[in-house]
């Protein structure tokens, strides 16, 4: 009893164990996969809806529009990275998302609240898309933790709409705020809209079966 038990020898108890997300019920597991897929939806608007802001940057700060695009670029490259999908696996999905999503809300509202200049807002928006890429990278194994083999091809379906729709709607909204009340509010809606996920992964359930186990 003492011997510290390997975490790979766990299995369920049986083919009906309820506590394995295969045998969740339905409205359970698309809760789970619509909520991911909205925290996707929230990290890919951030990407195009700094564009928008672009233009006020060249006119009242004088900057290059290649120099301002780079927050895009900077954003996407934080965005790319998967170390975090390697350390889903060993604490699991849920933790992961809590810890990363705040802070990139936080180097979000730095862009948001800073004073325009490139060199405050590229470090930023380098590192909002940094914290935010357990969206990406990790989304697709919480559906697997989730769906049967001939279950997941819809599922992933309907998961990759999110990361596709979220670059072709922020533009829209983005262009309209910019427009009519600053080029903060580019950042504005980012926020606003992660907080508005933030409330279901908190009680999004755990997926990953070690950590269950």
Known sequence: EDE???PATLDWDGPNDPDNPHNWATWKKWFATMTVAGLC?????????YVASVPVFEA??????????AGLTFYLLGLSTVIF???????GRKPIYLFTLPISML???GVALSNGHMRIILPLRFFSGLFACPALSVGSGTVMD???FDEVSTAAVLFSLAPFLG???SPIMSSFAVEALGW???QYIQLIAGGAILPFIVILPETHKGIIL
């Open 4 to 6: 510290p038990i390997d």
């Open 41 to 49: 939806l929230v990290v890919t608007m951030g990407s195009s809806l």
């Open 60 to 69: 009242r700060y004088h900057v290059s529009q290649t120099l301002g695009l």
């Open 85 to 91: 999908a390697p350390l889903s696996e060993a604490f």
């Open 107 to 109: 180097f979000t509202m």
């Open 146 to 148: 989730i769906f049967d």
């Open 167 to 169: 670059p072709v709607i």
């Open 184 to 186: 903060r509010w580019s």
